[in-house]
């Protein structure tokens, strides 16, 4: 049995802590919220974000860091990508060599451009550490039900990429490897902006038309930018690209959607995150095409008009119109 610990008890935490402990490893469940968490464990269940899925008892709910860390074989970043710098800094004082350190959080540090990767390889540099990012297509709703779901674990490190799929892999979750990190950190962080012009169309009134050719126009553009940056093209007709595209635009559970259909009905982007409640990684993932686009002088027509909408206040079916009016283009080029 290992010691796996889950840094942050959301829904994707709580589903992540329930598919390790039922491989039979301790599972630390780490939060801030001391209230809460007692609640969690003295309930044995996440009622706010996973409620009627009972936790296993090899589940322990904890606030301090220094009991979730110590001895951990694994440490799963499971918080919004803006909190992975800070809670690098924090647990960096109870790390010990070899550790592996698997990140979830799907997402561009917008003042820097950096992927995740990069900026958790800065905040524990000189820690010896193995680290893997996992991603692909999964609604913790339905991961901690034990609906079959397949993912991605990626790293440059090979070893460390099977060894996050041994921890991880079960009969209801089924991981494959990837090494192309940089493409399927992209194509995971960019695709949050294509669902939420999804949401925006679905606000609209819009039908299956529009959004078939926003997902098929929103992953070429995403792939047009992954692949000038270095990435592999087959890394985005995986499981990080395509798939958790497909599964973010088309369920009811994508916050980005939501949030999207939201916009498209009118209201201002402060209701919309109040509104909804929880981190909405699809405005930090349009504000970062934007500017990846410009730095890598790429054209992300679709981003581009998400990003007006958010930050420009540009109304929506002007936005529409402008993608639509543009002038004739091969569907290959762009």
């Known amino acids: 049995m290992s010691k796996v610990t889950i840094m942050g008890a959301g ?10 402990a039922r491989n039979g490893h301790q599972v630390f469940l780490w939060g801030r919220n001391e209230d809460k968490l007692r609640v969690i464990q003295e309930t044995r269940e996440n009622a706010y974000y996973l409620p009627e899925v009972i936790l296993p008892d090899n ?4 606030s301090c860091l220094e009991t979730a860390i110590q001895d951990a074989e694994a440490i ?28 979830t959080a799907k997402g561009i540090e917008v003042e820097t451009l950096e992927r995740l990767s990069l900026v958790i390889e800065e905040e524990l540099a000189g820690i010896e550490h193995e680290f893997c990012f996992l991603s692909g297509p999964s609604h913790a709703e339905e991961v901690g039900r034990g609906m079959p779901t397949a993912i991605v674990a990626s790293s440059h490190n090979r070893d460390a990429a099977a060894h996050t799929q041994d921890l991880l892999m079960s009969p209801d979750l089924r991981v494959y490897t990837n090494n192309d990190l940089l493409g399927v950190e992209l ?27 926003l997902i098929t126009r929103g992953l070429a553009e995403v792939s047009r930018m992954g692949i000038a940056a270095g990435a592999e093209p087959a890394t985005f007709a995986g499981l990080a690209g395509v798939g ?26 402060d209701q919309v ?14 504000e970062a095409a ?9 054209p992300m027509p679709i981003c581009h008009e998400i990003y007006q909408i958010l930050f420009q206040d540009k109304p929506a079916q002007d936005a529409v119109a402008a993608l639509m009016g543009r002038s004739k283009k091969g569907e290959n080029i762009e």
């Open 187 to 213: 194509a995971s962080a960019l695709k949050n902006a294509i669902a939420l012009g999804i949401g925006i169309a679905i606000g609209l009134g819009y039908g299956d038309n529009t959004m078939a050719a």
């Open 290 to 298: 934007e500017a990846m686009s410009r730095k890598y002088n790429v």
């Open 76 to 103: 799963l970043l499971v918080v919004p990508s803006t909190q992975i710098r800070s809670l690098c800094k924090q647990i960096r004082p109870f790390l010990r060599k070899g550790q592996l350190i698997i990140n």
């Open 273 to 286: 995150l109040k509104e909804v409640g929880m981190v909405v990684e699809g405005v930090r993932a349009a």
């Open 244 to 269: 958790d595209l497909i599964v973010t635009c088309a369920s009811k559970h994508s916050r980005n959607r939501r949030a999207g259909v939201l916009l498209g009905q009118g209201h201002k982007l």
């Open 59 to 62: 589940i322990l709910a904890t």
């Open 11 to 20: 829904s994707w935490g709580t589903a992540l802590a329930i598919t390790a």
